[in-house]
């Protein structure tokens, strides 16, 4: 019987450490991005990071919240990252994300970079609006450093 109330109280202890790494609804028209301090308005370019710590970093333009982390030296271990998916307007961790570099569709810093849950709708995109992909989130920070 101990043994179950440890296993109870283990798994009950792990599932609230996870909800707090959720992602938290952001308030359009009214939050603010952490990187340029401007009102977040566009659901669809939108991106969060949640810290193991609980803090939570909102973002108007994936490609400004990937350029935060980096700046501020976050490892991305020690966090969540959540991005909109552009059609759909879902949350999508980063690890499970397609990410895209768009020719014709500005975000709201110019990055142009979106994202979608898979390769198909990533294509369809790319065929619609011009872009490239430009793979996982690993791969879409690489992208950027050598835009520079």
């Known amino acids: 019987m101990k043994n179950i109330v440890l296993l109870f109280l283990l798994v009950l202890c792990s599932c609230s450490n996870n909800n707090e790494l959720n992602p938290v609804d952001i308030h359009y028209g009214q939050d603010i991005c952490e990187r340029c301090k401007m009102i977040i308005s566009e659901e669809r370019f939108s991106s969060q990071m949640i810290l193991k710590n609980g ?34 307007k879902k949350w999508l961790t ?17 990055f142009g970079l979106i994202a979608v849950s ?14 490239k992909i430009t793979g996982s989130y690993n791969d879409t920070v690489n992208f950027l450093r050598s835009k520079k």
């Open 94 to 110: 980063s690890d499970e994300a397609v990410f895209i570099s768009l020719e014709n569709i500005n975000s709201p810093m110019n």
């Open 118 to 131: 898979d390769n198909e709708t990533a294509g369809n995109i790319i065929s619609e609006h011009g872009g």
């Open 55 to 88: 803090e939570v970093y909102n973002f108007d333009d994936i490609g400004g919240m990937i350029t935060y982390v980096s700046e501020n030296k976050i490892n991305p271990e020690t966090a969540v990252i959540y991005v909109k998916d552009f059609n759909t």
